[in-house]
């Protein structure tokens, strides 16, 4: 590893945490937007809770010791183990023959929280990033 790359290691690992949170909050954002839809076009049910599969970014360094460079984004997924809420209103267009309506799983008070977490979580990596500049312009200005 050279000398630049363990300089700007730090720097990438908060770039991948960026992103990360990036997807987090959209992902949030879409959730509680979709909170109250109870017919998914092509579906036919409520909207389904979405969730950011996140994984570390791994490599070997040159002893051969796997070490974490960063956050990797796998993608998104639907949760299918949180049921659905249930609420008795006859007189809604998607209500079934018991008059019961099937609303998505999206628990907007638990989805503010996260998304709070994941807002702060992108400001922590924003600030590692403005101090790695910080530390590189320094360090550019010592070698004049």
């Given at each position: 590893?050279?000398a630049l790359?363990?300089?700007?290691?730090?720097?990438r690992?908060a770039?991948?945490?960026?992103k990360?949170?990036?997807?987090?909050?959209?992902?949030i954002?879409k959730?509680?937007?979709?909170?109250?839809v109870?017919r998914?076009?092509g579906?036919g049910e409520?909207?389904?809770?979405?969730?950011?599969?996140?994984?570390?970014m791994?490599r070997?360094n040159?002893?051969?010791?796997?070490?974490v460079?960063?956050?990797?984004?796998l993608?998104?997924?639907?949760?299918?183990?949180?049921?659905?809420?249930?609420i008795?209103?006859?007189?809604h267009?998607?209500?079934?023959?018991?008059g019961?309506?099937?609303?998505?799983?999206?628990?907007t008070?638990?989805?503010?929280?996260a998304?709070?977490?994941?807002?702060?979580?992108?400001?922590?990596?924003?600030?590692?990033?403005?101090?790695y500049?910080?530390l590189?312009?320094?360090?550019?200005?010592?070698?004049e």
């Amino acid at each position: 590893m050279g000398a630049l790359d363990k300089l700007f290691g730090g720097m990438r690992i908060a770039s991948t945490g960026l992103k990360a949170e990036r997807a987090r909050v959209d992902v949030i954002a879409k959730n509680i937007a979709n909170s109250q839809v109870t017919r998914v076009p092509g579906t036919g049910e409520a909207y389904r809770r979405e969730m950011v599969d996140l994984a570390p970014m791994l490599r070997r360094n040159s002893e051969g010791v796997k070490e974490v460079v960063g956050v990797e984004v796998l993608g998104t997924r639907s949760d299918t183990t949180t049921p659905f809420q249930e609420i008795v209103d006859p007189g809604h267009p998607d209500a079934d023959a018991a008059g019961i309506v099937r609303y998505p799983n999206v628990n907007t008070v638990k989805e503010m929280a996260a998304l709070i977490t994941a807002v702060r979580a992108y400001e922590a990596n924003l600030s590692v990033q403005e101090n790695y500049e910080r530390l590189a312009d320094r360090a550019l200005r010592l070698m004049e």
